[in-house]
């Protein structure tokens, strides 16, 4: 009997002292976890500032290939003008997220939003035998942080375009929807690309995991930080993203976001 309870006592001392180990280490994580944030959101500041700097640069060499044209020169300096503060303004959005501030949400008109995205993408769509249609009703409004909202928009708009730029289709289609349901508003972005592998499904929103096969094109294959943006985002949001694809189909992203802030007072 005396040995059975010299064992257990021994036994949770072990427990005890494993317990104090684990809520060291916990403690030492919470600690490095700011530091962890502060390295993973400069990486995604780089992705973003890559969406808006590569539209850019495609204006400014048009304009050099066509001096004469003093029309394309104003476009390509407004279109500069209008991005560098979107730059700006999307620096302060990403730096206040990693400090854990609360960001400026308000009520925007959907169709808005959505609408400034493609033409700061400044990409016809046709050229790359893409049919794009956009269903929004007019009076839509999502509560939202709109600079943050439209950086996760343009991610999975250029990520659909890629998936479909890379299937075998030779007929691409490209939706985007938004709509209201009960108290949220859904907002969808799908194609009918290459779609999604059933063993990435769970580890798509990880940070650094990318789907792109690493024999794309240079450029072309990803750094695993646009979906890992998207879903911190609108984690912020109190919201949700999801993913529903078919191998060689289709895919839909489906975001649904509150209609009113729900975070505590």
């Known amino acids: 009997m005396e040995g059975l309870l010299e064992k257990r006592q021994s036994l949770n001392h072990q427990v005890k002292k494993q317990q104090e180990i684990n809520e060291a280490l916990l403690s030492q994580i919470n600690h490095l976890q700011p530091l962890a944030n502060l390295g993973l959101v400069s990486a995604m500041i780089a992705h973003e500032m890559n969406n808006i700097l590569t539209p850019l640069g495609s204006y400014a060499e048009l304009s050099m290939s066509h001096p004469e044209d003093n029309e394309l020169a104003q476009k390509a300096i407004r279109k500069t003008a209008i991005n560098s503060e979107r730059a700006a303004k999307i620096l302060h959005s990403m730096l206040t997220m990693a400090r854990g501030q609360k960001q400026d949400k308000k009520d925007h008109n959907v169709k808005s939003l959505i609408d400034e995205v493609f033409t700061l993408i400044a990409r016809d ?16 409004t999502v509560y939202a942080e709109a600079i943050c909202l439209q950086q996760v928009m343009m991610n999975l708009i250029l990520n659909a375009r890629d998936a479909i730029v890379s299937s075998k289709t030779t007929s691409g289609a490209l939706g985007v929807s938004a709509y209201s349901q009960e108290d949220s508003i859904v907002i969808e972005v799908s194609d009918n690309g290459c779609g999604v592998e059933a063993t990435d499904m769970e580890k798509i929103f990880d940070a650094f995991y990318s789907t792109k096969s690493e024999n794309q094109k240079p450029g072309e294959s990803g750094a695993g930080l646009g979906l890992a943006f998207c879903k911190k985002v609108i984690d912020d949001h109190n919201g949700s993203i999801s993913v529903i694809s078919s191998p060689e189909t289709s895919t839909t992203f489906k975001i649904t976001l509150p209609q009113q802030d729900e975070s505590p007072n």
């Open 125 to 140: 769509f046709s050229k790359d035998r893409i049919k794009l249609t956009v269903n929004i009703p007019d009076d839509l």
